[in-house]
């Protein structure tokens, strides 16, 4: 079965520091990995994803097969960055149908 | 371009009662899927939709049910509510059925008492 974990439900950090959301995954096969992003008030919208490797918002994340983990860093965070933030896992057969972890609410205080 | 709607907002039903959740999607999108977000969860996915036929689901009862029609929007329906059914009903359209991006409605937040 596939499983996504998020082990924060809430993250605090200040204005500059460094931000590592933790995101771990279980799936047999070759996994698609998604991070989505809720800010307050607005609907949920895809962030970024692995396999495009690309960087958005100054947020990045490395797919590490032998840890099957996806952990999502920024090295200074913004105040504009607070928001929730959801790991997904694409199912087998169709990378569209996903598998969320429970989200990490990301404050970033002042 | 429009986003993805979904109507209602708000729904209040009690136990043992049927609901239709309402969605349309992105224009030119002909792909539909539909996620329940119970409290303090990440988003778990019911089914999805792609030219009028249903392309996979999750692990829900088949009292969970849905409809595309021609004009891609969708409809879920929830036959015999339970308690805890109570949640978020997220809809999320994609350009194609390979798609990895997807566009996500506001949600429909459903109560049943």
């Known amino acids: 079965a596939q499983r996504v974990t998020q082990p924060e439900k809430l993250l605090s950090v200040f204005k500059g520091a460094p931000v590592e959301l933790k995101c771990n995954y279980s799936?047999?096969?070759?996994?698609?990995l998604f991070w989505y992003v809720q800010y307050s008030r607005q609907r949920l919208q895809l962030l970024l994803r692995h396999i495009s490797r690309e960087s958005i918002k100054g947020f990045t994340a490395d797919l590490n097969k032998g840890e099957t983990s996806f952990h999502l860093k920024k090295p200074f965070a913004q105040e504009e960055d607070s928001a929730m933030y959801y790991c997904a896992l694409g199912m087998t057969g169709g990378g569209n149908k996903l598998t969320f972890g429970t989200g990490t609410q990301l404050k970033v205080e002042l | 371009e429009t986003g993805v709607t979904q109507s209602p907002t708000h729904l209040i039903k009690t136990r043992g009662q049927q609901v239709t959740l309402r969605c349309s999607s992105q224009?030119?999108?002909?792909?539909v899927s539909w996620y329940q977000q119970a409290l303090g969860q990440g988003p778990q996915f019911i089914f999805q939709?792609?030219?009028?036929?249903?392309?996979g689901r999750g692990n829900f009862p088949p009292r969970f049910s849905g409809l595309q029609f021609p004009n891609y929007s969708s409809e879920l329906n929830v036959n015999a509510l339970e308690l805890d059914d109570s949640a978020l009903y997220l809809c999320a359209s994609s350009l194609y059925v390979e798609s990895d991006t997807q566009y996500f409605g506001p949600g429909t937040r459903l109560t049943v008492l």
């Open positions: 224009s030119g999108h002909n792909t």
């Open positions: 799936y047999s096969g070759s996994p698609e």
């Open positions: 939709y792609y030219r009028e036929e249903e392309n």
